[in-house]
């Protein structure tokens, strides 16, 4: 690997921030640390800051940025605060740049790091799915590189023969089934945040792990493979394998399937996207298939899982539905995170702002914007008239 690679982590308190770090610490002189993210722990984001030895740190909350000064005072580390500074933090040009902001919040800064034209690990899938085409389109123009961090793009990346690339057939996304595989659908529509964000083989953040409950995770991921990988909607199919053992599969067209396996520990994925096209070394376990013993695959069950078909609906309907869908979802998780609806109306919040609004495909990054915020406004209105 070549010494003293540049890395810039946006959201570097989360879940997939944290991973990284761990991993970048694990390996003195490899990496130099650039700039460091968050939206408003100070407290996190200063002390990775300190322990990383990075040049600098920006928190998206200027309410806090005082505080942000304070705590990073007489260590020579920049700071910054701001959505406009988290964007200049991630246009400092750094060689690698982990994308682990949750939410559309991440699309304004992944556009402006991929400005820079290098290697982009991409973990950020709902500005994927909001921007789709122009945020490919974006690394194609710049040049930059993007290397998909999601466990099962990342399988899906290692599993691709990218010589051959008309010899693929189908792409097949793994799905755990998350922590109400087999809760009984009554029980299931009053689950409180705790019991959803329970996540029975990954420990992430809040957000996501809703997300896994309703399956709308795996919605967003058949939309981001569809970006990622240029695959058409038809040739993209989920399984549920309750062990994540394999993290997902690619089908060639001679009937060979490609998987990747491995213990359910992002910093695998994470580690094969800081290191490529070589590998590193991990701390991570390795697999025991044989005290494993077995393997499951079942189909996703449609009735308990509406999310799923929203998510293929939107991603089929193209245009403006994969950003209002994803917007809608992120409202609706926020409110059920907040104890303000239940966790059976997420779906129903979805679907229904997905049928009141319908504008024009965006074509610019401030459309994508518009359409996101204006989805969000009307999934208020939804909660408030309809659910509440
Ligand atoms: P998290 O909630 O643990 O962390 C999110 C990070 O984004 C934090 O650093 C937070 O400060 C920052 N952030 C949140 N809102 C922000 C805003 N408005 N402006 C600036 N920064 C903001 O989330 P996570 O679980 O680490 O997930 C991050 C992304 O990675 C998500 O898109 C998720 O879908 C994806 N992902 C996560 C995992 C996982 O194992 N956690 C796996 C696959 C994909
Ligand atoms: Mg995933």
Redesign the pocket.
């Known amino acids: 690997m070549t010494a003293c690679k540049t890395v810039t982590i946006l ?7 944290q991973s990284t770090l761990d991993l970048i610490q694990r390996s003195p002189g490899i990496f130099s640390v650039e700039a460091l ?5 100070v407290e996190g984001l200063a002390k990775a800051a300190r322990a990383s030895s990075a040049k600098c740190a920006v928190i ?1 909350d200027t309410a806090r940025f005082q505080d942000l000064k304070d705590a990073l005072a007489g260590t020579g580390i920049e700071v910054g605060a701001g959505e406009d500074a ?1 964007a200049d933090a991630a246009r400092r040009g750094a060689d690698w740049t982990m994308a ?4 559309c ?2 699309l304004m800064p992944v556009m402006a790091a991929l400005e820079g034209g290098k290697t982009l690990a991409f ?4 500005a994927l799915v909001s921007a789709g085409s122009l945020m490919i389109d974006a690394a194609k123009r710049h040049g930059a590189t993007l290397l998909p ?3 099962e793009h990342n399988a899906i990346f290692q599993c691709l023969d990218r010589s051959a690339p008309k010899g693929v057939s189908r792409i097949i996304l793994t799905a755990s089934g998350g922590p109400f595989r087999t809760t009984p659908l009554d029980e299931m529509a009053r689950a409180t945040p705790a019991q959803a964000v329970a996540h029975p083989n ?1 420990s ?5 792990s809703v997300d896994s409950a309703t399956m709308m995770n795996k919605g967003l991921e058949l939309i981001e493979a569809h970006h990622l990988f240029a695959m058409p909607a038809d040739r993209l199919d989920v399984v549920i394998h309750p062990q994540s053992v394999i993290h997902s599969m690619v089908e060639y067209i001679d009937g060979s399937v490609l998987a990747q396996l491995g213990p359910a520990d ?1 910093r695998i994925p994470i580690a094969h996207t800081l290191a490529w096209p070589e590998r590193m070394d991990t701390p991570c376990e390795r697999i025991d298939l044989a005290a494993i013993g077995r393997l499951d695959f079942t189909a996703p069950d449609v009735l308990r899982f509406p999310a799923l078909k929203l998510a293929r609906d939107a991603m089929v309907a193209g245009g403006a539905a994969p950003a209002i869908l994803n917007a809608a979802n992120e409202a609706a998780v926020a409110a059920f995170l907040a104890g303000e609806i239940g966790f059976g109306n997420i779906v129903t919040v979805v679907a229904r702002v997905l049928d009141r609004y319908a504008p024009d495909e965006p074509l610019s990054l401030p459309d994508v914007l518009a359409i996101d915020k204006e989805a969000r406004r009307i999934a208020l209105a939804v909660m408030e008239s309809v659910i509440a």
């Open positions: 959201g570097a308190t989360g879940s997939v921030g993210t968050a939206r408003s722990d998206a988290i682990a902001i949750v939410g919040a991440g973990a950020n899938k709902e961090v999601d466990s990954w992430m953040g809040a957000k996501i992002m």
